[in-house]
């Protein structure tokens, strides 16, 4: 089992839905939580980061976290033709410092 | 410098030669990361340094790769005697080193590795 999972997609939704980015891991005491956008050619850049269970906004992302289901989520509203891309999710571990474990990445694609 | 700069941006080999990839992290960013990603494939860790310690070297895929880090600032990954299935894009990243304050990692723009 992969320490963190993705679905490679692709994910297909129409302009303006929701998209939905699920990542599962196996590390119970991981710490932190990232979400990086990646498009193609380009280096991942980081979206945002979660911490603490529930729900984390950030203009149109909402980062989802549930430590007991060991799941975090990526909703993007109003979903545009640019944020087509491939989405890593990344796990800090508890006993790794600052090292990040990322996910094979879920690729997104939104169209007009 | 206001990001994390990689050098060269794209690197033709001859199968067998050796080559070097620069890294210059953001500044003051004590922690510093190698990636390479095939194509299409996701991202494969080689190796992590942090401040002064030993770095995390279990990443690396043979003994033909080797990286340093000198005065806990720029580094260089060298692969010797490349093979064809070194081709991919190196990506390195920096970020705050251990303690509070970590909020995730900066990537470079890569390196571009084909190896003929």
């Known amino acids: ?112 | 410098g206001a990001g994390v700069s990689q050098s060269p941006s794209n690197k033709v080999t001859e199968k067998g030669k050796d080559v070097e990839l620069r890294c210059d992290p953001i500044s003051g960013h004590t922690a510093l990361y190698w990636y390479r990603q095939s194509l299409g494939q996701g991202l494969e860790f080689l190796i992590y340094f942090q401040g002064n310690s030993a770095p995390d070297k279990s990443g690396l895929p043979s003994d033909r790769f080797s990286a340093e880090r000198t005065g806990g600032s720029v580094s260089t990954l060298t692969i010797q005697r490349t093979q064809q299935e070194d081709s991919a894009v190196y990506l390195c990243a920096s970020s705050l080193g251990q303690g509070g304050g970590f909020s995730g990692y900066t990537f470079g723009s890569g390196t571009r590795l084909t190896v003929v």
């Open chain 1, 1 to 112: 089992q992969k320490e963190v999972e993705q679905n490679s997609g692709p994910l297909s939704v129409p302009e303006g839905a929701i998209a939905s980015l699920n990542c599962t891991y196996s590390d119970r005491g991981s710490q932190s939580f990232f979400w990086y956008r990646q498009y193609s050619g380009k280096s991942p850049e980081l979206i945002m980061f979660i911490y603490s269970n529930g729900d984390k906004e950030d203009g149109r992302f909402t980062a989802q976290l549930n430590k007991a289901s060991q799941y975090v989520s990526l909703l993007i509203r109003d979903s545009q033709p640019s944020d087509s891309a491939t989405y890593l999710c990344a796990v800090r571990a508890g006993n790794a410092g600052n090292m990040l474990t990322f996910g094979g990445g879920t690729r997104l694609m939104v169209k007009p």
